[in-house]
């Protein structure tokens, strides 16, 4: 298994303009989750999906954040416009069924100057 | 957001040596709860879990304990190696929930 695949590795972005973050997860898994890393803030959990449906996005910090989740396969992380306080890095995570560990991908590093 | 970390703890250990690394979780709801290892350039690793029906679990070289009634958790690493050092997090999900929580990390140091 590849495990949760993530895309870009690394991207370096103008303020304004749109930024795409790509997520695979373990085939199989049901649940997927987006975290974002700072050295301020820590991981926080910005929106986690079960069954391809929306849970709980009260983590996701303005309205220029958006997820989706079209199908198991595959999910998005938009921001739009981007600003400089956006730079982190943005985890994607999946889950089988149940409560169970989390599989993490290896990140998006997200630079916005 | 969920988790804050102003400023990552630091434990410095000697190779070979016990380290101990501690956590205060945050909802008294919380019945599952995680370690996870997450080396420099890679996502957070899965190392071990326990349930809240129990007050310790031992896997290879590592053990958590739980104190409830303090919310509070525990991971030891016997015999700590150099590829020990990575930056540990402790999670929680609560009890009927699927939300799982991080912690603020503390970062490992292993002296050889």
């Known amino acids: 298994d590849a495990g949760v695949i993530q895309s870009p590795r690394h991207e370096v972005t103008e303020m304004g303009q749109e930024v795409t973050l790509r997520c695979k997860p373990i085939?199989?898994?049901?649940?997927l989750f987006w975290y974002r890393q700072t050295m301020m803030r820590g991981l926080e959990l910005l929106i986690y999906?079960?069954?391809?449906?929306?849970?709980?996005d009260s983590g996701m910090p303005e309205d220029r954040f958006s997820a989706k989740m079209p199908n198991a396969s595959f999910s998005t992380l938009k921001i739009q416009p981007s600003e400089p306080r956006d730079s982190a890095v943005y985890f994607c995570?999946?889950?089988?069924?149940?409560?169970?560990?989390?599989?993490f991908g290896s990140g998006t590093q997200l630079s916005v100057l | 957001g969920e988790s804050v970390g102003l400023h990552l703890p630091t434990l410095s250990v000697q190779e070979g040596d016990n380290s101990i690394i501690n956590c205060a979780y945050s909802?008294?709801?919380?019945?599952?709860f995680i370690w996870y290892k997450q080396e420099s350039g890679k996502g957070p690793q899965f190392i071990i879990d326990?349930?809240?029906?129990?007050d310790k679990r031992q896997g290879q070289r590592v053990t958590v304990l739980l104190n409830k009634t303090v919310k509070h958790l525990s991971l030891q690493i016997a015999a700590t190696q150099p590829g020990d050092s990575a930056v540990y997090f402790c999670?929680?999900?609560?009890?009927?929930?699927?939300?799982?929580?991080f912690g603020a990390g503390t970062r490992l140091f292993v002296k050889a």
């Open positions: 999906f079960n069954n391809n449906v929306p849970i709980d």
């Open positions: 995570a999946s889950r089988g069924g149940g409560r169970e560990k989390l599989f």
């Open positions: 909802n008294s709801a919380s019945d599952y």
């Open positions: 999670a929680e999900t609560a009890a009927g929930g699927f939300k799982t929580i």
């Open positions: 326990i349930r809240s029906n129990m």
């Open positions: 085939s199989g898994h049901n649940s």
